[in-house]
């Protein structure tokens, strides 16, 4: 017969503890003004009375505590209960506001606070270092580059060598290798040698090999890109 | 300083160990003590080309692995007492050379001798390797024909980016173009890649240019280097590759096809 053990655990223990991660508002301060919070909140309650009314509320002191902004703990949590929230902790502020909080029956929070920044701060813009690679030395027969950004080749590319780079490839001297651009799929890429014998030239994934290459433009400077799908080699 | 030469190519049968003898052999002449070491290991044939087969007594994988010391395996030659040869086991693998053990080796002739001359075994595997790593110059030898000279261009990325030197960031591989078996007659036919053609494909500076000749063949089976060989085009051809590696100033020989009938074969011998 089939023991059930929920059974079993119900029966044997009054309680048991565990954890549990649950969805809390926090409420973060910017000002220490008691009274542009209280008005503020006012309006927020306004527009939605029953979803604030009873509803538990963590404050986060974080960013009044690095602009070194005091706020009176004890009032902040008056105010807070007048207005029908339930604060249920406090985070991110100074040890003398955590025992303030505590004593005033409001649990500290002391799990790690993520740096506060202000809503409406504006973000600095990602700038993408892009990557020149340099080759000075020839390319071998049998040997591999690939540029991140640009690459550019001051040596010979040997046949049997493969050059690649999701940017644009220079090379001045013979390419006789195969030299592809634009490899991530950047169609706007282009490649400039002085003298295209290649095996392979390819821009984002569109290739032609030797076969098709027009002999005319060996020993001069071509470049190679795409419009409208089509591979195009002219002379520079 | 000792200098060390590795004589590669990539491609088999292109000439290493005719090469290697000869130069080992012309610079033992002019007077510097020289090493020649083979490398292709249970390949042994550099003993033959140099004629000390028969003296072979102690090799070079015995003294990595301490079994001999360096001068018990050392060969003096006998047309030259400032030339030695360190031959290759005949019954082992490459896979007896270590980094360790070879550079011990090179260690200890660098010490006593002014250069040392690496015979590559073909191929780029660990003989290859071994032979190049420790090297300060290169001589790499094409023929003038696709295959050969498409290895040599895969052995030229290989010295450039695998070698001591490159892996320590110190100035690169000198390296240097010998192109061997040259028939001017040939590339005249349109039967074979030109000097200029091969200088282009690989852009190295050119040592000497070798030409075809019987007496390579000849020399080899002898047993002597054929730089010895006072008569042969191949011999004097190796002769102005040592003076011009020494810094001499030699113009070069053997490219052109020679004009009339008799010269041409006087001097083909």
């Known amino acids: 017969m089939p023991i059930d053990t929920q059974d079993l655990l119900v029966t044997e223990s009054v309680l048991e503890f565990k954890s549990r991660a649950i969805n809390v508002s926090t409420l973060i301060l910017f000002s220490p003004q008691l009274d542009d919070i209280q008005e503020k909140l006012q309006q927020k309650i306004a527009q939605a009375p029953d979803f604030f009314r009873n509803s538990p509320l963590l404050i986060n002191l974080a960013y009044l505590l690095t602009h070194s902004q005091s706020i009176d703990i004890t009032k902040l949590i008056l105010l807070l209960r007048e207005l029908e929230f339930l604060p249920i902790g406090v985070q991110g502020g100074s040890k003398s506001q955590h025992q303030i909080a505590i004593a005033a029956g409001v649990p500290v929070h002391t799990m790690p606070v993520k740096k506060i920044t202000q809503p409406d701060s504006v973000q600095k813009p990602v700038i993408k270092k892009i990557e020149v690679k340099l080759i000075t030395q020839p390319v071998r027969s049998g040997q591999?580059?690939?540029?991140q950004g640009d690459l550019i080749i001051l040596a010979q590319v040997?046949?049997?060598a493969e050059v690649m780079a999701e940017g644009n490839i220079h090379i001045y001297a013979s390419l006789r290798g195969r030299a592809l651009a634009g490899v991530q799929g950047d169609i706007s890429r282009r490649i400039f040698c002085a003298d295209l014998q290649a095996e392979l030239v390819s821009i984002a994934g569109n290739y032609r090999?030797?076969?098709?290459?027009d002999n005319s433009l060996s020993k001069q400077n071509v470049q190679v890109f795409l419009q409208d799908q089509a591979l195009i080699i002219e002379a520079l | 300083m000792a200098r060390i030469i590795v004589v590669t190519s990539g491609k088999g049968g292109v000439g290493k160990t005719t090469t290697s003898a000869a130069i080992a052999m012309g610079l033992a002449l002019k007077g510097f003590k020289t090493a020649v070491i083979d490398f292709d290991v249970g390949l042994r044939n550099l003993?033959?080309?140099?004629g000390c087969e028969r003296r072979v007594v102690y090799d070079f994988i015995n003294v990595i692995n301490g079994e001999?010391?360096?001068?018990?395996a050392l060969i003096k030659d006998k047309r030259c007492d400032?030339?030695?040869?360190?031959?290759a086991s005949q019954t082992r693998d490459?896979?007896?050379?270590?980094?360790?053990?070879?550079?011990?080796?090179?260690?200890?002739?660098k010490r006593d001798f002014e250069y040392i001359l690496c015979d590559s075994p073909a191929g780029i595997e660990r003989g290859a390797n071994f032979a190049m790593y420790f090297a300060d110059d290169a001589f790499v030898v094409t023929n003038p024909e696709v295959a050969s000279v498409r290895d040599s261009d895969r052995m030229l990325g290989i010295l450039a980016s695998k070698s001591q030197r490159a892996e320590t960031g110190q100035e690169p591989i000198k390296e240097f173009l010998l192109l061997s078996r040259y028939s001017p007659s040939?590339?005249?036919?349109?039967?074979?890649?030109?000097?200029?053609?091969?200088?282009?494909?690989l852009s190295l500076p050119l040592l000497g240019v070798i030409p075809e000749s019987k007496s390579v063949l000849e020399a080899s089976n002898a047993g002597v280097p054929v730089i010895l060989d006072e008569k042969s085009n191949a011999g004097a051809a190796y002769k102005d590759i040592v003076d011009r590696y020494l810094g001499e100033e030699v113009p070069h020989r053997f490219i052109k096809v020679k004009r009339g009938l008799f010269s041409g074969l006087f001097r083909s011998k």
């Open chain 2, 47 to 50: 003993d033959l080309i140099m």
């Open chain 2, 94 to 109: 490459k896979d007896a050379l270590t980094k360790d053990g070879v550079e011990k080796v090179l260690t200890e002739l």
């Open chain 2, 82 to 87: 400032k030339l030695y040869i360190l031959p």
């Open chain 1, 158 to 160: 040997s046949a049997g």
């Open chain 1, 209 to 213: 090999l030797n076969d098709s290459l």
């Open chain 1, 144 to 147: 591999r580059i690939y540029a």
């Open chain 2, 186 to 201: 040939r590339v005249k036919d349109g039967g074979m890649l030109s000097v200029d053609d091969v200088k282009e494909i």
């Open chain 2, 68 to 72: 001999a010391t360096l001068n018990q």
